[in-house]
C-alpha cells in the first residue's frame, strides 16, 4: 500500500531534550516536506526536500532541522524543543513535478513539549 | 495573500447535500481549484479537482462558476464520517509551487 510513515503518532517530552520524528515513504516520490498545524493557523510548511540531498526551508523553519540522506526518509529534528513547538506534526511527499492529487500525508505525530 | 476565501463553519443534516462554497476571485487561467478535507486531525485528503468543467467523482462533485471566480464542493448525501475540515485551494495542476493550505471550512453534520 502507498503510504507515509511517521513515528511517533504522540509524544511527549521536556524542555531541552533532543527529539527526532521519522518520515518514510514508499511511493519513490521525490519530494517531501514537514508541515506543522496549530489551532486558528492552519497548515504551515517547516522544511522541504526536493531530492536527496536537496532541503530548503518553509515558512516556519526556526527550531528545526531536516536531512534527507535517502529518497525514502525525511526525518524532522528538533535539537532543543521548547514548549512553543508543542504541535501536530506531517509528513507529505510527492512526485516532481507536482500533480496536487497526487499528495499524499502521514497520519501525524502530536507532540507536546512541558 | 489569500488566494481563497471559505466560511469557517456550516452545518449540514444527514443525509442532505452538503454545499461548501469557496471564492477564488484572483484565479489565473493555469490554475486549478482543489479541494482536501481533513478528518479529526489525520492528515489531509485529497477529494477532487477541476479547471473550468464540473466534475464529479465518487467522493464528490465539483461545480465551477463561469468566470471561474467562485466554486462549491457538493457532498451528495452527507453521513456523519464526512465531519471534517474541507480546505479549497487553487494553483497549477503541476510545477514547483507547494501546496498552500488556509484554515478551510469546519463542516460539521448533524444526525
Known amino acids: 500500500e502507498a503510504q507515509v510513515t511517521q513515528n511517533p503518532r504522540y509524544l511527549i517530552t521536556v524542555t531541552g531534550k533532543k527529539l527526532t520524528v521519522t518520515c518514510s515513504q514508499n511511493?519513490?516520490?521525490?519530494?517531501m516536506s514537514w508541515y506543522r498545524q496549530d489551532p486558528g493557523l492552519g497548515l504551515r510548511q517547516i522544511y522541504y526536500?526536493?531530492?536527496?540531498?536537496?532541503?530548503d526551508k518553509g515558512d516556519v523553519p526556526e527550531g528545526y532541522k531536516v536531512s534527507r540522506k535517502e529518497k525514502r526518509n525525511f526525518p524532522l529534528i528538533l535539537e532543543s524543543p521548547s514548549p512553543n513547538q508543542t504541535s501536530l506534526y506531517f509528513c507529505?511527499?510527492?512526485?516532481?513535478?507536482?500533480?496536487?492529487?497526487?499528495?499524499?500525508f502521514g497520519s501525524g505525530t502530536r507532540l507536546t513539549v512541558v | 495573500d489569500a488566494k481563497t476565501t471559505q466560511p469557517p463553519s456550516m452545518d449540514c443534516a444527514e443525509g442532505r447535500a452538503a454545499n461548501l462554497p469557496c471564492n477564488h476571485s484572483t484565479i489565473s487561467g493555469n490554475e486549478y481549484v482543489y479541494w482536501y478535507r481533513q478528518i479529526h486531525s489525520q492528515g489531509p485528503q485529497y477529494i477532487i479537482h477541476g479547471l473550468k468543467n464540473n466534475e464529479t467523482n465518487e467522493m464528490a462533485s465539483l461545480i465551477i462558476t463561469e468566470d471561474r471566480k467562485s466554486s462549491t464542493l457538493i457532498l451528495p448525501h452527507a453521513t456523519l464520517r464526512d465531519t471534517a475540515v474541507y480546505y479549497c485551494?487553487?494553483?497549477?495542476?503541476?510545477?514547483?509551487?507547494?501546496?498552500?493550505f488556509g484554515t478551510g471550512t469546519r463542516l460539521t453534520i448533524i444526525p
Open positions: 511511493m519513490n516520490h521525490e519530494y
Open positions: 485551494i487553487v494553483r497549477p495542476n503541476f510545477g514547483n509551487e507547494k501546496l498552500t
Open positions: 526536500s526536493m531530492n536527496v540531498e536537496v532541503t
Open positions: 507529505a511527499s510527492s512526485t516532481i513535478p507536482f500533480f496536487p492529487y497526487g499528495y499524499t
